[in-house]
């Protein structure tokens, strides 16, 4: 694996691509999350499993790591940042943040701002159990299939029929649709989809 041409491939997706923008603050809580990417025999994307908590609004959710800035938050990087810390163990140190690739919102009015990374895989993932259930590393290779399976990467599908399976669990909502603009913006990099496809 050349993990150069994947981190440049990476790095222009996000930093080169249209990304969707900020909404009216005045409506938004402003949330973000961390879509780490994980070298190992193949690249990979960290997510988490909510835990299942009685009444938490997403328990047993897919996501990405991530939560609500706070007023010692100098920015939505931050927030991304030190929430990785404190929910994964993963330290800033260790984290080689890309940049952002737009804003989602929920329909309980958080605006989420995600951004990329790459983790070195130093730290040694502790995950706040009163928050997470279960961590996975799931290949990126995978994630394309799926994508181009159901021909998202030719038309944009409506909320309901975005979904991407894995094993027993299934990415939906908001998460969703980051993962989906993630892979969008991947798929228009041909040099990228040509690495990917090896």
């Not at 402003?30 to 990417?37: C, P, Y």
Request: hydrophobic fraction near 40%; charged fraction near 25%.
């Amino acid at each position: 694996m050349d993990k150069n041409k994947y981190i440049d491939g990476i790095r222009k997706a996000v930093q080169h691509n249209s990304h969707p923008g900020v909404p009216d603050y005045d409506l938004f809580q402003a949330t973000s999350v961390m879509a780490l990417f994980v070298f190992n025999n193949e690249i990979e994307l960290l997510f988490i499993q909510k835990a299942d908590v009685k009444g938490y609004p997403w328990a047993n959710q897919m996501a990405f790591p991530g939560g609500h800035k706070d007023k010692t938050d100098l920015s939505t990087r931050d927030t991304a940042l030190r929430e990785l810390a404190e929910e994964m163990g993963i330290v800033q140190e260790n984290v080689e943040v890309i940049g952002s690739f737009g804003h989602f919102q929920t329909i309980n009015s958080k605006d989420i701002e995600a951004f990329a990374g790459i983790w070195n895989q130093k730290d040694v993932i502790r995950h706040d159990a009163a928050e997470i259930s279960r961590v996975f590393k799931i290949p990126l290779k995978y994630l394309i299939g799926v994508h181009k399976k159901k021909d998202f990467h030719l038309h944009k599908p409506n909320i309901m029929q975005l979904t991407y399976p894995y094993e027993d669990v299934v990415i939906w909502g908001v998460t969703a649709k980051i993962l989906y603009h993630l892979l969008d913006s991947l798929l228009q990099n041909a040099d990228f989809v040509s690495l990917c496809t090896k």
